[in-house]
């Protein structure tokens, strides 16, 4: 079946690896916000924007691959990907993002560039529109906010 060509108004959130953590370790770099925290925060910000997002987060590599074929086929608007440390090694992920046509906006709490060597290669990056790195919680609200410009 043909995708909708019309983008809807969803925003697909998908969180990879260890993100299902956030706020019970390591504050000083992910700070203290769970993705719980996130996520309201998300739906607050999509509800001043016309938006609807949908927050999903998976430890398994495959589901985040399925996620953004499912995001294609029922033509979200976008996808905001914090795809954690998948991120650095992932070419299924580049594959997956080159073959979907649902613009993918990179998103991280910290800024990986500023981080150790093996975090300065982001597959996600080399297919991605955009991205918004360093903000902490704030990443996902900018770039919740430049899916709503596309
Ligand atoms: O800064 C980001 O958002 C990252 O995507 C987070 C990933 C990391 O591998 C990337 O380089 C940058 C790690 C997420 C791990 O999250 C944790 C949360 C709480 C405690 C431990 C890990």
Not at 19 to 48: C, F, K, V
Not at 52 to 69: K, M, P
Not at 76 to 91: D, F, M, P
Not at 117 to 146: C, N, T
Request: glycine residues 8%; charged residues 20%; aromatic residues 4%.
């Amino acid at each position: 079946m043909a995708s909708n060509p019309k983008p809807s108004n969803v925003v697909m959130v998908l969180n990879g690896p260890n993100l299902n953590l956030l706020g019970t370790r390591e504050p000083e770099i992910y700070g203290s916000a769970t993705l719980d925290d996130i996520a309201g925060m998300l739906e607050d910000r999509a509800r001043e924007l016309g938006l609807e997002v949908d927050v999903r987060q998976s430890n398994h590599e495959g589901h985040l691959i399925d996620w953004l074929h499912e995001a294609n086929a029922d033509g979200a608007r976008a996808v905001l990907l914090n795809a954690g440390a998948y991120t650095h090694t992932s070419i299924a992920l580049l594959d997956a993002i080159k073959a979907i046509a649902v613009p993918v906006i990179e998103v991280h709490l910290s800024d990986p560039t500023n981080r150790e060597p093996f975090r300065h290669i982001s597959y996600v990056g080399m297919a991605a529109a955009d991205e918004v790195k360093g903000l902490g919680p704030q990443s996902y609200v900018v770039a919740l906010e430049k899916a709503a410009l596309l």
